[in-house]
């Protein structure tokens, strides 16, 4: 069991939040609660290569990740993830880093908490395997849920205050996750979001699940919040979050792109810039959202301009969202 830590407000466990209101009862209570942005993004601006997994930053440059934390929460980021997306035993494989997985999942959450001390939730980051389940892949379900197991007690144990599993786009790996994560740390709150593409016949993961499917088999499975993340951006996501508002009375999440990617010249560009996001965002605190933030291309100048728009913790109908 890892040593307790003392803060003002007393003892700090894993889990715990001395200083504030539980996340879930927050959301209960009618409150928007905003996310961070991209991680990936960040630290491209600050080195990350193609091709090179983000969790190397764990590794040798902790200091990083740090000021990335710093720069979300004082932004106004009420959620900070930990750079763990690709933490779990199974993808670190692929990178030939499994042996870095207790480093890599440890030094993710611990870098954050030294950076937002009691300001933030520290979320633990769960991304998919990588690959694909059996029959479609070479994955067995069981491989699977002992990854997400093993990361996500490693995320709770250093001090993780929820756990995200996003990105993800067949609902079964999805189930499995969630599963995991509540067997691995069952007093910690879970938001589980999928991808959507819009086709003609509505929106759907590549894998042909639907928001209704996903909605439902999620809650199921365990996840106290659920919704969408990547893929697409702000205008396009306000759509996704109208269905799942349509499909579920369970608490949402919505993480938009800053739009699809642009090349200009030899670099790729996300174009909806942090004006543009904050303005469209008021409208997901309007109908409901609980957790609003960002992925592929936002940054902290885009989670400051939604928490100017719509003032985290507000409840619908503030004036600042008109």
């Known amino acids: 069991m890892p040593p307790m830590r003392s803060t003002a407000c007393g003892p700090w466990r894993p889990g715990s939040r001395p200083d504030v209101q539980p996340l879930l009862d927050r ?15 960040m630290l491209m601006a600050r080195g990350l290569q193609p091709g090179v997994p ?15 934390a710093r720069e979300y929460v004082a932004s106004g980021a009420q959620i900070v993830t930990s750079n763990t997306f690709g933490g779990s035993l ?129 809650t199921d499975a365990g996840a106290d919040v659920v919704g969408s993340n990547c893929g ?32 200009r010249g030899t670099a790729l560009v996300y174009p909806e810039d942090p004006g543009y996001t904050a303005h469209r965002a008021a409208l997901l605190a309007d109908m409901g959202v609980s957790i609003i933030g960002g992925c592929c291309g936002t940054t902290p100048a885009h989670i400051r301009a939604i928490a100017d728009r719509i003032g985290p913790g507000h409840p619908p109908g503030d004036p600042r969202r008109t």
């Open 27 to 41: 959301i209960r209570k009618g409150e928007t609660i905003l996310g961070d942005g991209a991680w990936g993004t």
């Open 54 to 68: 983000p969790e190397t930053f764990n590794l040798s440059q902790p200091r990083v990740l740090e000021d990335i």
């Open 90 to 218: 199974l993808r670190l494989r692929q990178h030939g880093m499994e042996g870095a997985v207790d480093a890599v999942n440890r030094v993710g959450v611990e870098a954050v908490r030294r950076a937002v001390g009691d300001r933030a939730y520290v979320a633990g980051d769960v991304g998919p395997s990588g690959g694909m389940l059996k029959p479609y892949g070479d994955i067995d379900a069981s491989e699977w849920t002992a990854s997400v197991e093993r990361q996500v007690g490693l995320l709770a144990g250093a001090g993780a205050d929820l756990i995200t599993i996003e990105t993800m786009t067949d609902v079964n790996e999805a189930v499995l996750a969630v599963r995991a994560a509540r067997a691995a740390a069952p007093s910690l709150p879970i938001v589980a979001t999928m991808t959507f593409d819009r086709t003609r016949r509505g929106f759907y993961t590549v894998m042909g699940v639907s928001i209704a499917q996903a909605a439902r088999e999620l």
């Open 232 to 263: 697409n951006g702000i205008e396009v996501m306000i759509e996704i979050a109208r269905e799942f508002r349509a499909q579920t009375t369970a608490p949402i999440a919505i993480q938009s792109n800053a739009g699809l990617p642009e090349r």
